[in-house]
């Protein structure tokens, strides 16, 4: 498993990782999400949801596939929001 993948692991762990559209529109528009992670085959139609949102935060496109990313965090999704600033930075790193 590559570190970014384990860090959204620990983030899950941690309860600092929002999976799927509902849990990740709610971090943005509370003001809770410090970055907003998106798969490689994510739609645009997110980025624009996101734009139309305010979101102004760090958007992290991953490499991997949601079925990659589904294994590693236990739950399958292509968008993911962090409301932790340290692991919101620590996975830009990795990307």
């Not at 589904?70 to 399958?76: H, I, N, Q, S």
């Amino acid at each position: 498993m590559n570190k970014t993948l384990s860090l959204m692991g620990m983030a899950r762990r941690a309860g600092k990782l929002g999976i799927g559209h509902d849990a990740v529109f709610t971090a943005v528009r509370s003001s809770k999400a410090a970055a907003v992670i998106l798969t490689s085959d994510a739609s645009q139609r997110h980025l624009r949801e996101l734009e139309a949102a305010g979101f102004n935060g760090r958007v992290i496109t991953l490499s991997e596939t949601m079925d990659e990313v589904g294994c590693a965090v236990g739950k399958r999704s292509c968008i993911f929001s962090v409301e932790d600033a340290g692991f919101a930075g620590a996975i830009e790193k990795t990307v």
